[in-house]
């Protein structure tokens, strides 16, 4: 079964829901290693985005990713709009003209979100950013079905995250820390895995 323009509403809703009930962890750990706003952006962000599905009629679901990200790049501050806004809009362009996303689509959008996210923030793996995060989860993302995918995805990244702890930051605020940054999870590797755990649950509802 494809993921249709109103299934991914559906997981962008999840999503949103998600970062919401998780804004006052996002903040805390973006305080222990930056100025403490990416909880408080992010969820900004989304309550954003949800107003705009509200307002616009998108009838595929490139349009649905297209509108995500141009609402987060206008409305979030930081780095995480423009991170997540590319991540979107590159993940739109992979799918461009596609009436229903398969298994094979979604991991290609996966695909493309981290180049997005790669080419704009010039992290890589052990940097201590959501690039630590992400890189495991488009490995990870194979599998028959959309929620396998993204399941093995959301699970790699939660892995990721987690390894980020022991790291020394080397972009972003955080690198300011120096050494003080180890032993901190990084927030936008949090904040992604997250957001892929929201979509393999919608896509398993």
Do not use: W
Not at 146 to 161: M, N, R, Y
Not at 165 to 171: E, G, N, Q, T
Not at 179 to 203: I, K, Q, Y
């Amino acid at each position: 079964m494809g993921c249709t323009a109103a299934d991914l509403v559906t997981a962008i809703r999840a999503a949103a829901a998600t970062v919401a009930e998780h804004r006052v962890e996002l903040i805390q750990l973006d305080r222990a290693i930056g100025d403490g706003d990416h909880g408080e952006n992010l969820d900004r962000g989304f309550k954003a985005v949800l107003a705009a599905l509200g307002q616009s009629t998108v009838d595929d679901p490139s349009a649905v990713l297209k509108l995500v990200a141009t609402t987060l790049i206008s409305k979030v501050g930081g780095a995480a709009g423009p991170l997540y806004g590319t991540a979107f809009l590159r993940a739109s362009t992979a799918v461009k003209d596609r009436a229903e996303l398969t298994a094979a689509d979604v991991a290609e959008a996966l695909t493309a979100a981290l180049g997005g996210v790669v080419a704009r923030g010039k992290a890589e793996p052990g940097d201590k950013t959501m690039v630590d995060a992400l890189t495991p989860a488009v490995q990870a993302a194979t599998g028959e079905s959309i929620t396998e995918v993204l399941t093995a995805a959301a699970e790699a990244a939660q892995a990721g995250a987690d390894a980020t702890v022991p790291l020394v930051a080397r972009k972003g605020r955080a690198s300011y820390l120096g050494e003080r940054s180890a032993g901190h999870m990084d927030p936008g590797a949090r904040s992604t895995a997250l957001l892929l755990r929201a979509f393999a649950e919608a896509a398993a509802r």
